[in-house]
């Protein structure tokens, strides 16, 4: 079983997922990573990707799935997958089933669930590193950063509240949407991100767990 792995920004669902991924043996489908290494592979749908984001403009659903297709047929082959950061819209959600499904491969979804309210105070108190970009949560009480020392700083983009709140706007106005669709056809698991970190991680574990059993 493959998991689609929902969460407002500030839900903490990159640490969360790498966590669900390793306790149950997925390999894990970045979006945003998934991208930047294939425009460094130099390949051919590569320097698609590479023309594409060096003209300004947004890369299609359709080499988006190609990118997933490449994952599938490589990393993914024999495995179950976790997918972070994809799909953001009903459209990629319908390509990305359709796409799984071709590969005799079925999806459950998970969203580690806060209000926009934890998200926007989440999102402004968090800094990252000045050198490295590795991001601190705001509950971290350090001013250096623990891989490479470096100083810990409040992002430029996350001190704008106008931005953030346009990044939480286009998450509820694009992906609440294919969430609910997921709630409605009975293939979703949701779990309170707003709890301390460990019970997030011990809900989200605990109700995965019959996926895998
Ligand atoms: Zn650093």
């Known amino acids: 079983m493959d998991i689609i792995l929902f969460g407002m920004q500030g839900s903490g669902k990159g640490t969360q997922g790498k966590i669900l991924a390793e306790r149950y043996g997925l390999k894990v489908f970045d979006m945003g990573s998934a991208l930047r290494a ?15 984001v060096e003209s300004g403009n947004l890369v299609s659903d359709d ?3 190609e990118v997933v297709e490449k994952f599938l047929a490589s990393e993914g ?3 179950n ?6 799909p953001r819209t009903a459209n990629q959600a319908e390509k990305l089933l359709a796409l799984l499904s071709s590969h005799e491969r079925d999806a459950f979804a998970l969203d580690i669930k806060i209000s926009e309210k934890v998200a926007i105070e989440r999102l402004t ?7 490295c970009k590795e991001i601190y949560p705001a509950f971290f009480k350090g001013d250096k950063c623990g891989e490479c020392g470096g100083d810990l700083v409040t992002r430029s983009d996350d001190s704008n509240l106008d931005s953030i709140k346009q990044r939480l706007h286009n998450f509820e106005l694009e992906t609440k949407p294919v969430i609910e ?3 409605q056809r009975d293939r979703l698991i949701e779990v309170d991100g707003e709890q301390a970190i460990p019970d997030v991680t011990e809900e989200m574990i605990e109700k995965a767990g019959y996926l895998f059993s």
């Open 81 to 86: 997958v976790l997918f972070d950061g994809i």
């Open 125 to 131: 108190k968090r800094r990252m590193c000045l050198d």
């Open 63 to 65: 080499i988006i799935m």
């Open 38 to 52: 294939m425009i460094a592979s130099g390949s051919e749908l590569g320097n698609r990707i590479k023309n594409t």
């Open 181 to 183: 669709d997921f709630y």
């Open 77 to 79: 082959q024999g495995h």
